[in-house]
């Protein structure tokens, strides 16, 4: 299970997306290029969810971003850590694993859970029906699943590891990493997205307006 932090190298007034659009933070961002994080992150601006369908409330969050746009310096989904360690931006609104990894590079990049929420994901392990090596990826899932192999796993990928039993095998510095393992008062304010249906065009739409 994972998430967005929004986090800064040296700005304790941050405490949520909101703080990204002070005038400190001008031509100082990376942000994921995303189009259902970035809509997300506008729509939970507005108290809505990140799976808003909404015209009134989309539109709101285009209004958003376009006000968000002079604050963008970069759009990394793959490496953002990179630039926040480099110092090539102050702040940004990244994966939680990026985040841990950019505290280990430079300790005054701090973490912030944003107070209006964040998206939640998790990646799942499955076996299509009809699959001809059914056996085999049973298996392979199993071996995945050992505590040993998937605290290894975690060592090298430090994304929220649901194997309970690996957490013993996991260093407690990242079980207790609010970048990776949120806390559960954090966690209510997280959401998961859902399939967004013929609203899906509006999104585009967005994106492309906003992007252009």
């Known amino acids: 299970m994972e998430h967005y932090a929004a986090f800064n190298v040296s700005r304790a007034s941050v405490a949520g997306y909101k703080d ?6 001008k031509h100082a961002l990376v942000v994921p290029d995303d ?3 970035m809509i997300g992150v506008a729509n939970l ?3 809505q969810s990140l799976n ?3 015209p009134a409330v989309l539109e709101k969050s285009k209004q958003l971003l376009l006000e968000l746009q002079p604050q963008i310096k970069v759009y990394d989904s793959d490496s953002p850590k990179t630039l926040l360690i480099n110092g090539e931006v102050t702040a940004g609104i990244v994966w939680g694993a990026e985040a841990y990894l950019a505290n280990q590079e430079n300790p005054a990049i701090q973490t912030v859970l944003a107070e209006e929420g964040m998206e939640l994901f998790q990646d799942n392990f499955v076996i299509p029906k009809g699959a001809p090596h059914k056996k085999n990826a049973e298996l392979f899932i199993d071996f ?3 505590p040993e192999i998937s605290a290894e796993i975690s060592k090298e990928f430090p994304y929220a590891n649901p194997n309970v039993a690996a957490h013993h095998l996991i260093d407690p510095q990242v079980l207790n990493d609010p970048a990776v393992y949120i806390p559960a008062d954090a966690m209510k304010r997280g959401e998961y997205m859902t399939a967004l249906g ?7 739409r967005i994106w492309s307006e906003v992007k252009q």
């Open 35 to 37: 189009m259902r994080s």
């Open 198 to 204: 013929e609203a899906t065009k509006i999104y585009d």
């Open 52 to 54: 808003t369908t909404e």
């Open 144 to 146: 995945i699943l050992r």
């Open 20 to 25: 990204l659009l002070k005038d400190e933070f």
């Open 45 to 47: 601006l507005q108290g």
